[in-house]
């Protein structure tokens, strides 16, 4: 498509001896009032104006933005470049390598099929903290990891040689989000285009929510499902809605005592509770220039959390600060400073851009806060931890009443199941404050340890104390401080608790370098935090088994212990299997923890311990002057640290370097590989689209609650052996030690569509009082309980398409491709909810599947719908002659496992097809199927 220049926006830009072709947002009418977001992509567009997909129109629309009003102009973003960790990654790889086969039979050349735009994929989700508190945890660590991923491996290191602009950073070197903000943005991007030099703002899309962790720096982007990054590597633009923008103005100074983490939690409670979901949210005003660049990406990293799709920083001296800081070259520093000052991409705090709505916080208002027990956004202060713990432990543990006691137990249900209990109900006060709450049992139980000693254990333990994941293992204020606390308490004579398994899993290998420096690995590994490896550990469930003594007491009990990690997600069955509550909290308050032993604990009055002379140490003690901290960064962290780490970061080590690869433009499959398997997407697939067709006689799959999240559905964590993953993975020779994760899996579909809607939480409400992933069969006469992956296979056998029924916030958590995939794969032609997550509703119709939403106000419940009917929907056959229905009609009929008596619903539900390019994916059948018959 050639380009367009409708505005006359091509113009030159000189910096020092080099010359840029750059595209002027200043001759758009309406630019100066707009945020800084909007201007980035004001200069996207104008960059890649083509008249058909990007259109004068577009641009006309984003210069004359309205804030306040609803979004409705859909524009086409076409990201710099594409960002990926290995889990989410490994499937684009594998559907890049299926496609270059679909390409032969469809008669054209493979080699085409290549990444259009950058690809960067960090090799950090796979390392799994099986060892820890030991001198070599980190080295078996990445033995164990080498030896069950050496398959994937070795695909992904084919992956690097037979594609073009695609780099792989090898294992053990960092979390994908640290390395993109250190070494792989440039903030400015600048790339030979037609044998000019052409300058533009960096932005990308990436495979981990967290993406926007970059957004710190200036650089928009935002986390998507694989599926849409797979299209935008292949050259498809990000369709979206111009989105409203949330200024966010910060005043005042962090006060002492106060950490990152902190504001970070009180800003996801602030914007969780204002509701941001689909809109950016941009931070402005005086405080800005006061915030470190660490804490703007920590800030940024939590957006998904809060629901946003992006949360972030202009670019500013503080920016430039850390680029050279972190080993970019002045010319690339003198290009960004040059580059956004022309643009008017700098940040000027006297001049304040239109918003669609204003927030602000004086960050001298914060205080210590930790997260829990299942929320990021379920913030609790500190000093009230403990009555907060134990009011949330009657949902979790034993509990007896009084009879004045019931009814207000009743009135607040911590009966209901896990993960559908409508917290919102309740405002924090009567949630922190409810009077006669019900008893909790304590449950006191001894437990002989390995070395001869014994312990007690009771709920509340604090089984896993993890200094974990990209929020705050990129933040030097943090880090330091949690080094400074160990080598405090070191010094009283304190101790971790023998029951919690301590680890460090830094965000890069500077973080090893800067605690050297600062003398501090000593301390910490003298209570226990040795690094475990350099990657995304206890967040993502890849915090390896408990102490084995511990994990049978809390079995055999069922006892109600806790995790503290300084991470960004704590949902339900997502740490531990073993874990029922998860708290997120600042890496120092992490060591405090581990030296408490139990969430049961008020820092303010109860002892950590005694020190040599037999006096009680408290918290206030130990926790270290926030004038230390910062000497301490000033003098332990420098250039020629991420100079030197950075120097060969995509080389890897000696390992990498000498696995076995397959060379050639297509991959040669192995059969017998139980971790890389070409997915059956494109089998018999045709140049010819097949018309959209109507849904008639349908069954329900499952019917589930309120948040059910992409953890839910997706699969993730271990993989048990009586599930039907795991009884695969038997019947092909793989033995219980080595089923490795479902995420380290994501390239064997079979394995992924066992283990979808297998989530050891999740709660089918066509089943009574049942955890887990199952359904009712109803291609049995008597509708038995059932594996759902097993009654989708019965189904599919007889042709029978398949529903899911949600509630509201369907689809939130992390953008996992295969929460789509597998609900493709197994059956699934529509969801019916009352509202979708933004990046699980456009991934459903990326698979072909249609999302729908119940008529405002109304909810399965309320329509009377119980799950047993048999359902047809009529109206989709619209799309065939090229519009969307806003509407499609839904008939639920009684069947023969109905309930005597029960009537037929009807109802109109709302299409979610939002944007022309949606409906072009879903005709296609898929967004896959559409680029592969656009490339041929």
């Not at 080099?18 to 909007?38: A, C, H, N, Q, W």
């Not at 009814?407 to 109900?425: H, L, Q, R, V, Y």
Request: proline content about 6%; aromatic content about 8%; hydrophobic content about 35%.
């Amino acid at each position: 498509m050639s380009a367009v220049n409708s505005f006359g926006a091509k113009d030159a830009l000189r910096v020092g001896d080099d010359s840029y072709e750059i595209y002027r947002v200043d001759t758009v009418p309406g630019y100066e009032k707009l945020p800084f977001s909007l201007k980035v992509l004001l200069e996207n567009l104008l960059r890649t104006e083509d008249g058909a997909n990007v259109t004068k129109a577009q641009i006309e629309a984003l210069g004359s933005w309205v804030p306040t009003a609803d979004p409705d102009t859909e524009i086409q973003f076409s990201p710099a470049r594409v960002v990926m960790q290995d889990f989410t990654g490994v499937p684009c790889i594998v559907d890049l390598a299926t496609m270059r086969e679909a390409v032969v039979a469809l008669g054209g050349d493979p080699s085409r099929i290549n990444p259009l735009s950058p690809a960067e994929m960090v090799i950090d989700h796979s390392v799994i903290a099986d060892l820890f508190g030991t001198e070599n945890a980190l080295e078996r660590n990445v033995e164990i990891e080498y030896e069950r991923n050496g398959e994937r491996y070795q695909f992904l290191r084919w992956g690097q040689t037979a594609f073009d602009d695609f780099k792989v950073v090898p294992p053990g070197t960092g979390i994908v989000h640290q390395v993109n903000i250190e070494h792989l943005a440039k903030v400015i991007y600048s790339r030979d285009v037609d044998g000019v030099t052409r300058a533009y703002p960096d932005t990308c899309v990436g495979t981990d929510s967290h993406t926007t962790m970059v957004n710190g720096l200036g650089v928009l982007g935002w986390g998507v499902g694989g599926i849409e990054a797979e299209a935008a590597m292949l050259g498809q633009p990000v369709s979206m809605l111009i989105p409203k923008v949330v200024g966010f103005k910060l005043s005042g100074e962090i006060p002492a005592g106060v950490t990152a983490t902190d504001v970070v939690l009180t800003i996801t409670d602030m914007l969780r509770q204002h509701g941001v979901v689909g809109k950016f949210v941009e931070f402005y005003g005086p405080g800005v220039a006061s915030v470190p660049l660490a804490n703007r990406a920590t800030i940024g990293n939590m957006s998904p959390e809060f629901g946003s799709t992006a949360a972030i920083f202009p670019i500013d001296d503080v920016t430039l600060d850390y680029l050279r800081l972190t080993g970019r070259t002045e010319a690339e520093v003198a290009l960004v400073e040059a580059y956004a000052k022309t643009q008017t991409l700098w940040h000027d705090a006297a001049n304040e851009p239109s918003f669609s709505e204003y927030m602000e916080l004086d960050l001298g208002t914060v205080v210590p806060s930790i997260a829990g027990p299942k929320r990021p956004q379920d913030r609790i202060v500190l000093s009230e931890a403990k009555t907060q713990f134990e009011s949330d432990l009657t949902n979790y543990a034993d509990v007896e009443h009084d009879l004045v006691d019931l009814e207000i137990a009743e009135s607040f249900p911590a009966s209901d199941p896990p993960g559908n209990t409508p917290e919102d109900e309740f405002s924090h006060h009567e949630h922190h404050h409810r009077s006669h709450a019900p008893k909790t049992v304590s449950k006191p139980t001894k437990v002989d340890a390995a070395d001869g000693s014994s312990y007690t254990l009771d709920h509340g333990s604090v089984t896993i104390a993890a200094i974990t994941s990209c929020t705050n293992t990129s933040n030097p204020s943090v880090m330091l401080a949690a080094g400074l606390l160990a080598r405090n308490a070191v010094k009283k004579g304190l101790k971790a608790k023998p029951w919690v398994k301590t680890t460090l899993a830094p965000g890069s290998k500077v973080v090893t370098d800067y605690y050297e420096k600062a003398g501090l690995t000593q301390d910490l590994e003298d209570l226990g935090f040795y690094t475990v490896g350099y990657g995304c550990t206890t967040c993502i469930g890849n915090s390896g088994p408990l102490i084995e003594e511990v994990s049978a007491a809390v079995q055999q009990n069922d006892l109600a212990v806790t995790a503290v990690l300084s991470g960004n997600r704590n949902f339900e069955g997502r740490i531990n299997p073993d874990v029922k509550m998860n708290y997120l909290a600042s890496p120092p308050l992490v060591i405090a923890y581990s030296l408490a032993g139990s969430m049961n604990f008020d820092f303010e009055s109860d002892p950590l311990g005694t020190d040599t002379d037999g006096n009680d140490v408290y918290l206030k003690d130990i926790w270290p002057d926030a004038s230390e901290v910062q000497d301490t960064i000033d003098s332990s962290i420098n250039q020629d640290m991420f100079t030197t780490q950075y120097a060969s970061v995509f080389e890897g080590d000696e390992r990498w370097r000498t696995l076995p690869t397959p060379t050639g433009a297509t991959f040669e499959w192995n059969p017998e590989s139980t971790y890389v398997r070409k997915p059956p997407y494109f089998d018999g697939m045709t140049m010819e689209t097949t018309p959209v067709a109507d849904i008639a006689g349908a069954r329900v799959l499952a019917k589930l609650g309120d948040s059910v999240t992409t953890d839910h559905i997706s699969p993730a964590g271990a993989i048990k052996g009586d599930s039907p993953a795991g009884k695969y993975l038997v019947e092909h020779g793989v033995e219980r030690k080595d089923f490795n994760s479902y995420g380290s899996r994501r390239g064997n579909h079979e394995i992924m569509i066992r283990g979808t809607f297998a989530n050891i939480r999740l709660r089918n409400q066509l089943l009574d009082n049942v955890e887990g992933g199952y359904t009712r069969d109803f291609t049995q006469a008597d509708a038995p309980q059932s594996f759902i992956y097993d009654a989708s296979m019965n189904y599919q056998s007889q042709g029978i398409p398949l529903v899911i029924f949600g509630g509201k916030e369907y689809g939130s958590g992390s953008s996992r491709d295969w929460a789509a995939k597998g609900t493709n794969l197994l059956g699934v032609k529509a969801v019916i909810t009352e509202s979708f997550e933004r990046i699980h509703r456009s991934n459903l119709i990326g698979m072909g599947v249609v999302p729908l939403q119940f008529p405002a106000g109304e909810s399965a419940d309320s329509l009377g719908l119980d799950g047993t009917e048999v359902v047809s929907i009529t109206g989709l056959e619209e799309l065939n002659s090229g519009t969307t229905p806003k509407t499609v009609h839904v008939v639920a009929a009684p069947s023969e496992h109905s309930p005597a008596g029960k009537e037929t619903v009807e109802f109109d539900a709302v299409v979610r097809i939002d944007t022309p390019g949606e409906a072009d994916y879903y005709r296609n059948g898929g967004i896959l199927q559409y680029v592969l018959r656009s490339l041929v």
